[in-house]
């Protein structure tokens, strides 16, 4: 499976956009980037995913460089609702029913 | 929409004891997943099955058994809890089609702890 290299914190205001980088430099061609939240102990929130195009929905948005190596999170206007722990997973369907692999994550706090 | 229930939300146990743990989904996703989750990690897989009656083991399996008997719930056995088993579980389903292009989503989790 191909690792995600997140930092482990960042700072972000609020009402400012929060970008949340993400290495996955041995991702293959098959594998998603999927974006996961923890808030507290709660159960991870989806987010978002791609393969290979730039994606944006209602909570987020997501850049894919080209050679697909890296990608971004972008929060567009973090709110204080926003802060938790991000997981960047990339995942491959058909090992062990398509698991997620869950890293330290980056622990995103937004200040007032 | 309830989505993924599990239940109970906490339970303490005494070293020993057996007990189950329940997920259930509303979405007739075929794919579902046990996560274990202890302090300062990310999740860890159990178990996890491809369709009723079907199960297999993932990263972490001793000391767990699993059933599936109907599509909606997928049950976590623990059969002589250790300590080592104190972790939230996390559990989660996916409908399993599109080739990984569907997510997963998880229930709110269960806290045990063994004693």
């Known amino acids: 499976d191909a690792k995600t290299t997140q930092p482990p914190s960042m700072d972000c205001a609020e009402g400012r956009a929060a970008n949340l980088p993400c290495n996955h430099s041995?991702?293959?061609?098959?594998?998603?980037v999927y974006w996961y939240r923890q808030i507290h102990s709660q159960g991870p929130q989806y987010i978002i995913h791609?393969?290979?195009n730039n994606e944006t929905n209602e909570m987020a948005s997501l850049i894919i460089t080209e050679d697909r190596k890296s990608s971004t999170l972008i929060l567009p206007h973090a709110t204080l609702r926003d802060t938790a722990v991000y997981y960047c997973i990339v995942r491959l369907f058909y090992n062990q029913g398509g698991k997620l692999i869950f890293g330290q994550g980056t622990e995103l706090s937004v200040k007032p | 929409n309830a989505g993924v229930t599990q239940t109970p939300k906490f339970r303490v146990l005494k070293t020993g004891q057996s007990m189950t743990l329940l997920c259930a989904q509303d979405?007739?996703?075929?794919?579902m997943y046990w996560y274990r989750q202890d302090p300062g990690m990310g999740l860890r897989l159990i178990h996890y099955s491809v369709g009723e009656g079907t199960t297999a083991k993932g990263e972490v399996p001793d000391g767990y058994n699993v059933s599936r008997l109907k599509k909606q719930n997928f049950l976590l056995g623990l059969e002589s809890a250790a300590p080592s088993q104190t972790s939230v579980y996390f559990c989660?389903?996916?409908?399993?089609?599109?080739?990984?292009?569907?997510?997963?989503?998880f229930g709110d989790g269960t806290r045990l702890s063994i004693l």
């Open positions: 791609g393969l290979k």
């Open positions: 979405m007739n996703h075929e794919y």
């Open positions: 041995t991702i293959s061609g098959n594998e998603y």
């Open positions: 989660a389903s996916t409908s399993g089609t599109g080739g990984g292009n569907q997510p997963q989503h």
